[in-house]
């Protein structure tokens, strides 16, 4: 009966990266979603000026050059520093709208650009977050952060499951939350102000998904 079990998973897992796949080479193209976290009043976390809403939408910008030079088509759920209500803000219609534009899309996945921030400075280094609402999301993460681990070459984080973030929870297809890295490090809040590294991070992002691609 266990046995059984893991076989259905694995099938299901397997099929569900195909269907995403197969319905964005439907079209002759591959698309991706890139979300940058926050936007307008809801800045995220910050730094003193520095909001990470301003910082995910730069990295989220060097994604889309990056991938699109490179033949991945992207869809940004925001190119502004704006949020996505059309009245006054509401954190939950603003996530309900990222949400149906990744679910309405034809992209084959999605990510989502955040910055961590936390209260002892030390920390730093990027980190990928993951549900198991979708069983490709688990395998999308972790090549992802193996990929800014080889790329980056500054961290040896590893994935976390998270069950409690809405986005993840309702994105329908393989989804995953790409932490860049930590504001609270001074450090490393320097490298992702700067364009080569935001071009870095954009890169180790993209092998990332190529590497996913690849099972296909």
Same mark, same amino acid.
């Given at each position: 009966?266990? +046995?059984?079990? #893991?076989? *259905?998973?694995?099938?299901?897992?397997? !099929? &569900? =990266?195909?269907?995403?796949?197969?319905?964005?080479?439907?079209?002759?193209?591959?698309?991706?979603?890139?979300?940058?976290?926050?936007?307008?009043?809801?800045?995220?976390?910050?730094?003193?000026?520095?909001?990470?809403?301003?910082?995910?939408?730069?990295?989220?910008?060097?994604?889309?050059?990056?991938?699109?030079?490179?033949?991945?088509?992207?869809?940004?759920?925001?190119?502004?520093?704006?949020?996505?209500?059309?009245?006054?803000?509401?954190?939950?219609?603003?996530?309900?709208?990222?949400?149906?534009?990744?679910?309405?899309? +034809?992209?084959? #996945?999605? *990510?989502?650009?955040?910055?961590?921030? !936390? &209260? =002892?400075?030390?920390?730093?280094?990027?980190?990928?977050?993951?549900?198991?609402?979708?069983?490709?999301?688990?395998?999308?993460?972790?090549?992802?952060?193996?990929?800014?681990?080889?790329?980056?070459?500054?961290?040896?984080?590893?994935?976390?499951?998270?069950?409690?973030?809405?986005?993840?929870?309702?994105?329908?297809?393989?989804?995953?939350?790409?932490?860049?890295?930590?504001?609270?490090?001074?450090?490393?809040?320097?490298?992702?102000?700067?364009?080569?590294?935001?071009?870095?991070?954009?890169?180790?992002?993209?092998?990332?998904?190529?590497?996913?691609?690849?099972?296909?």
């Amino acid at each position: 009966m266990k +046995k059984q079990s #893991i076989l *259905l998973l694995l099938i299901v897992f397997v !099929f &569900s =990266i195909f269907a995403a796949v197969a319905h964005a080479e439907s079209e002759d193209e591959l698309w991706v979603v890139v979300d940058p976290g926050h936007g307008g009043i809801d800045g995220g976390a910050s730094i003193g000026d520095i909001k990470e809403a301003t910082l995910t939408l730069e990295i989220s910008k060097k994604i889309k050059e990056v991938f699109e030079k490179n033949g991945v088509k992207v869809i940004l759920t925001r190119t502004t520093d704006d949020d996505l209500c059309e009245d006054s803000f509401v954190k939950r219609e603003d996530m309900l709208k990222r949400v149906n534009m990744i679910n309405a899309s +034809k992209a084959c #996945i999605a *990510l989502s650009i955040h910055l961590n921030k !936390f &209260s =002892i400075e030390k920390y730093r280094g990027s980190q990928v977050f993951y549900n198991t609402t979708n069983p490709a999301n688990s395998y999308l993460a972790n090549i992802m952060q193996q990929s800014l681990i080889q790329y980056l070459n500054n961290t040896e984080r590893k994935t976390v499951k998270r069950d409690n973030i809405f986005l993840l929870n309702k994105v329908m297809i393989p989804c995953c939350i790409i932490e860049c890295g930590f504001m609270s490090n001074k450090e490393e809040l320097a490298l992702l102000q700067t364009e080569d590294y935001q071009y870095k991070m954009a890169y180790a992002l993209f092998y990332g998904v190529e590497e996913y691609l690849k099972l296909y």
